[in-house]
């Protein structure tokens, strides 16, 4: 299947990731706090985002099944996540609102959520976006799976709980996204396929870049902007 193949083809960029700064700072508990803030500063603003481009994927569909599906996951964006939220804010000895209360678009979080929006925007089948969006709970999952592998933490280990939620099993919700994709896959002409690729490489590529936005504290660097 067109996913399984994807998969494979990104997990050196998630290996990449997961030797990357950001997570191992997490593993070995020597990340800085002004890493985790900015983190969750761009974080808090794309999950947002990210739950209304599920919306819009409502309107693109005649599926009722997919409809319940992409409810369940606005919830969950807007909710669920919390409990993974919650362990970095109180690693850093904030609650989540005090650091969320201004989020900011970096740049790095910025171009990411804009290649969404623009499947979203330019393309009819929702397989276009799920491509694009699919590779952040995918990874997400992948790099909680090999932390949880290659490593034992201590009960009291303060990031613990973040690999932990990560961890937990994720199959259904990505088999909906992966079917869609697959499904659609069977029918479309080898430009489109290219195009779901490059996607799907595309948004995991967005996801390293987004962690090491956190790492670096990435800023813009134009005049006359002060964020």
């Known amino acids: 299947m067109l996913t399984e193949e994807l998969r494979n083809e990104a997990e050196p960029i998630i290996e990449a990731i997961y030797n990357d700064t950001f997570i191992q700072g997490l593993i070995h508990e020597n990340i800085e706090a002004d890493a985790i803030i900015h983190y969750l500063k761009a974080d808090s603003l ?16 005649d599926s009722r099944e997919t409809v319940k599906y992409l409810l369940g996951q606005m919830e969950f964006l807007l909710e669920g996540e ?81 690999f932990e939620f990560y961890a937990r099993d994720m199959d259904d919700t990505l088999d909906v996204m992966q079917t869609i994709i697959d499904n659609e896959a069977e029918k479309m002409s080898e430009d489109d396929l290219r195009q779901i690729k490059r996607n799907f490489m595309e948004s995991t590529e967005h996801e390293r870049r987004f962690f090491n936005m956190a790492a670096t504290k990435e800023r813009w660097m134009e005049v006359g902007i002060h964020v």
Not at 104 to 124: C, G, Q
């Open 82 to 162: 919390s409990e993974a939220h919650a362990v970095l804010s109180q690693a850093v000895g904030m609650t989540y609102e005090e650091i969320t209360d201004e989020g900011v678009w970096y740049p790095s979080a910025d171009h990411y959520i804009k290649h969404m929006y623009f499947n979203a925007l330019t393309r009819e089948n929702i397989a276009f976006t799920l491509s694009a969006m699919v590779p952040c709970p995918y990874v997400y999952r992948r790099l909680a799976e090999k932390v949880m592998a290659r490593h034992t933490f201590e009960a009291d280990h303060p990031y613990r709980g973040w």
């Open 46 to 61: 794309y999950l947002k985002e990210f739950a209304n481009l599920y919306a819009m994927l409502i309107a693109k569909t």
